[in-house]
Every structure is written in structure tokens, then in C-alpha cells.
Nanobody, 120 residues
């Protein structure tokens, strides 16, 4: 079975940095699409950033310039480097992956989430 395991969440001061990691396993194929979504309390889950195996990336407007997504295709691992964090970035961050990259749709698989809390 497919497993996506996030790590790297925690408490950080406003203006600080944090690096999230997601290790995917259990698939017979490389996940062509990997990315990060987040969900704040009382709010809908939203896209943060995605990256495909060829390296193309997509970022939410709210995080452009402050986050960088990267991946290691040989390890099916995706990273999210965040800087200049704001209290409004506080959310549970979920790793997402799919064997096929479908426009405007998340991949089939989700991680359990990792909490990111930005203090003011």
C-alpha cells in the first residue's frame, strides 16, 4: 500500500523558516505529481505548491516568493522550504502524490499531515 509520511513541522516565530519533507513509498511507479496542500482550522484545504517529475512547479499566489518546492525523483521524496513565515501560514500541511498529473486535480494519495504553527 502507498504511504506518504510528512515530517518537519513545528513551531516557528514569524519571519522564520521551516523545511517540510514527505517520503512516499509503496508505489510500483514514480509519482509524476507531488505537492503540498494545507488546511487551517475552520477553512478549506488549499493548494500550496506542486511539482511534476520533469521539474515544473506551481505555487499558490499567497506563498509565491516565500516557499520553494523540490523533489528527489529517485526517492519519491518532496520537500517544501518555507521562509518569511507569517501567522496566517499556520495550518496542517498535507503531502499529496499521484502517478498521473491531472490539471487542477490533486493526486490520489495523501499523507497524514504535519502541523505548522507560526507565532506572532
Amino acid at each position: 500500500q502507498v504511504h506518504l509520511v510528512e515530517s518537519g513541522g513545528g513551531l516557528v516565530q514569524a519571519g522564520g523558516s521551516l523545511r517540510l519533507s514527505c517520503a512516499a513509498s509503496g508505489s510500483s511507479f514514480t509519482f509524476n505529481a507531488m505537492g503540498w496542500y494545507r488546511q487551517a482550522p475552520g477553512k478549506q484545504r488549499e493548494l500550496v505548491a506542486t511539482i511534476i517529475s520533469g521539474g515544473s512547479t506551481n505555487y499558490a499566489e499567497s506563498v509565491k516568493g516565500r516557499v520553494t518546492i523540490a523533489r528527489d525523483n529517485t526517492k519519491n521524496t518532496v520537500y517544501l522550504q518555507m521562509k518569511n513565515l507569517r501567522p496566517e501560514d499556520t495550518a496542517v500541511y498535507y503531502c499529496n502524490a499521484g502517478v498521473l498529473a491531472i490539471l487542477n486535480r490533486p493526486g490520489r494519495y495523501w499523507g497524514q499531515g504535519t502541523q505548522v504553527t507560526v507565532s506572532s
